[in-house]
């Protein structure tokens, strides 16, 4: 990453809820993250979310949604970074998802960079089916090179979320067979 105030959109596989603790204290950004408007309602987490400038989508209400998409926007120009979780919900069995298209509007948008990560080993830690938390010395984190979508055709922007979902799906099937 150069070291500037230029905004990047992270974009990660979502395995557990160990994600989010495993993204703060493993990358050296500054970033918040793009979540679901029901976890601004959540007692603890909720208030820990708010207090670092999450944005927090109304996904049931279309211009409640616009209008937090827009505030997204500013942010990002403004030199703020986000971590985006395109699958849309945790792993169901530990396998990366296909990426929701409308998840990259935010970097197509604005033309900032994307950041592939990939997180593996964090679903062993607390699947989506438990609470139980399990100790797991192997979580990896990959963090890709960017993708620029100012160097990108118009098709290839309209097939982003295809290109880093296979960049972290190549990433995860790489680093689980070491």
């Known amino acids: ?58 996904r049931k209400n279309a211009r409640q949604g616009m209008k937090d998409m827009k505030d997204a926007i500013s942010k990002i120009k403004k030199g703020h970074s986000y971590v985006i979780f395109p699958e849309g919900s945790r792993s169901e069995d530990g396998t990366i998802g296909e990426f929701k298209k409308g998840s990259f509007k935010l970097a197509t948008d604005t033309d900032a960079r994307i950041l592939p990560i990939t997180i593996i080993g964090t679903y062993e830690v607390q699947s989506r089916k438990s609470l139980k938390v399990t100790p797991n010395k192997n979580i990896k984190i990959v963090v890709d090179k960017p993708v620029d979508l100012k160097s990108m055709s118009r098709e290839e922007k309209k097939e982003v979320h295809n290109i880093v979902n296979k960049i972290i799906k190549d990433n995860y099937t790489e680093e689980k067979n070491l």
């Open 1 to 58: 990453m150069r070291d500037t105030k230029e905004a990047v959109i992270l974009i990660s596989n979502h395995q557990s809820n160990v994600d989010i603790p495993a993204l703060l204290g493993y990358l050296p950004l500054d970033f918040s993250f793009i979540a679901k408007k029901e976890m601004k309602k959540w007692p603890a987490i909720g208030r820990w979310m708010r207090s670092f400038d999450c944005i927090f989508l109304d």
